[in-house]
Nanobody, 126 residues
């Protein structure tokens, strides 16, 4: 079992920054997993934002956030971060942390992720 808890959401003006954190609790039979951030805006489908391979290093991003967001992973502290800079109103959504238990590569498909956090709201005003 893997439990995920997000924090760090809030309200900012366009151009501002936020850092989201995801605390990972691994059950006894689990170790590091591939991790990702997704987001879901009202009336829209959940979409991939960024992903990182289980031991860090290799990352993947949604094209529209590639130059603004950075995902990172601390396997000692069992934390995943999403640093978000130059935020835009279109970034407004609930952001979710997700863990892929068995994937060998980063996937952008929400259905491939086995565990999800409860989400944290990010609101960007113009």
């Amino acid at each position: 079992q893997v439990q995920l808890t997000e924090s760090g959401g809030g309200s900012v003006q366009a151009g501002g920054s936020l850092r989201l954190s995801c605390t990972i609790f691994y059950g006894r039979t689990f170790g590091p997993t591939n991790m990702a951030w997704f987001r879901q805006a009202p009336g829209k489908e959940r979409e991939f934002v960024a992903g990182i391979i289980k031991y860090g290093g290799l990352t993947d991003y949604k094209e529209s956030v590639k130059d603004r967001f950075t995902i990172s992973k601390d396997n000692v502290k069992n934390l995943v971060y999403l640093q978000m800079n130059n935020l835009k109103p279109d970034d407004t959504a609930v952001y979710y942390c997700a863990a892929d238990r068995e994937g060998a590569r980063i996937t952008q498909m929400a259905g491939s992720y086995d565990y999800w956090g409860q989400g944290t709201q990010v609101t960007v005003s113009s």
